[in-house]
């Protein structure tokens, strides 16, 4: 069971290494290898199981022209030479995604089996419910389908690749982006016995692509140590100005899409514990930080300072002994502050609607 543990541990390292390694690679061999060792696996494990002669080879034939087709358009297209870095990033990009096709047909097949061994008994007892059940899931892909296609604009996926260059998941690349000015506002809040809970909706391009998987209108989460959000900081890409980790934030600039808006929650604190948090983000500002662009998708952290803005958030209450539920940092959402704050230890402030006030 430890190895097993162990083995766990390690495979989203594993992931992320892999996925560095084909992002920055310019050789073609290693999506070469890939493409063949996931072949081998799936009829390995196909002339393994208990499905018929028949079936096994004609799955065989599958994966084996999946296999030739994935070669000859990794070295005739995706590696043709001759392009932009950006143009080139997107290949390779297809490249990785084409990884996934032979398990997708495996998918597939498992599916039509499943739907082969629904009796026809069992289907005369399908009712209204059920079915209006699948109209709604029905409704609801649709609709996800709509958004996904506005959050996969071309406009949108050029702003993402352009920024992904200024990211890293090994080193510190902000240091020293918090000014005295700053931390002196933050000293004036003092008095403030509370710590405030920023839940924005701010329609970025990386916010929309987020909402995607996480099917929150809400994607990120920052803290304020007044109640006038002049000391606003967490953990985002930088808006170009700087470097992606630990910033501060001016709330006008999460006004990015017309139905953009602001919740705002109150934690009570010491005045002691407050300045305990204060000075916890003076020295990740003097040790560094970076965005974990990568964390958002494997949930791992390759360095303490290197988070996203929910895990940050999380961790500095857990670091004052103010969090109020339990889970790994790294797979908190920014909503969770709000939904699962099943002991009411926040209190509603106020809400900004952006297209309101102008």
């Known amino acids: 069971m430890h190895i ?15 996925l560095i390694f084909l992002i920055t690679t310019q050789s073609l061999a290693p999506f070469a290898v890939i ?8 009829l390995v494990y196909l002339w393994l199981s208990k499905s018929k002669i028949r079936t096994k080879l004609i799955l065989s034939l599958i994966y ?22 950006m143009f080139f990033t997107i290949k390779k990009v297809a490249a990785i995604l084409i990884i996934f096709v032979p398990f997708l047909v495996g998918y597939f097949y498992y599916l039509y089996t499943l739907q082969r061994e629904f009796s026809i008994k069992e289907a005369t007892s399908i009712s209204f419910e059920m079915l209006r059940e699948v109209y ?12 996904s296609k506005n959050s996969f604009s071309k406009d949108n996926l050029n702003e993402i690749l352009k920024d992904i260059p200024r990211h890293s998941y090994t080193k510190y690349l902000n240091k020293n982006t918090l000014t005295e000015a700053y931390f002196e ?22 916010s929309e692509v987020i909402s995607l998987f996480t099917n929150k209108t809400y994607n990120h989460v920052s803290l304020s140590f007044d109640r006038d959000l002049k000391t606003t900081i967490s953990y985002n890409g930088g808006e170009n100005i700087t470097m992606p980790g630990l910033n ?44 974990n662009l990568v964390g958002l998708v494997t949930k791992v952290s390759l360095r303490p300072n290197i988070m996203f803005c929910s ?37 509603f402030c106020y809400e900004i609607k952006f297209n309101e006030q102008l």
Not at 4 to 18: A, F, M, Q
Not at 136 to 147: I, S
Not at 322 to 332: G, N, P, W
Request: glycine share 4%; net charge positive.
């Open 35 to 42: 493409y063949s060792i996931t072949a081998a696996v799936l």
């Open 4 to 18: 097993k543990n162990i083995y766990i541990r390690w495979i989203p390292y594993l992931l992320i290494i892999t």
């Open 136 to 147: 709604l899931v029905g409704t609801a892909y649709k609709t996800k389908w709509q958004k």
């Open 185 to 206: 506002e933050c000293t004036k809040s003092l008095n403030d016995k509370h710590l405030y809970i920023v839940i924005s909706s701010t329609g970025s391009p990386a």
């Open 248 to 291: 501060p934030e001016k709330i006008i600039s999460f006004n990015k899409k017309s139905d953009a808006s602001v919740m705002v929650y109150q934690l009570e604190i010491s005045k002691e514990k407050k300045q305990l948090i204060i000075d916890k983000i003076k020295e990740i500002n003097e040790k560094g930080s970076a965005y």
């Open 311 to 347: 895990q940050f958030v999380y961790n500095i209450l857990r670091f004052a002994q103010l969090e109020y539920f339990q889970d790994s940092a790294t797979k908190i959402k920014p909503t969770d502050f709000v939904e699962r704050d099943y002991y009411r230890k926040l209190a």
């Open 64 to 85: 084996l022209v999946i296999l030739a087709l994935q070669q000859v358009l990794a070295a005739l297209y995706l590696f043709s030479g001759g392009e932009s870095w």
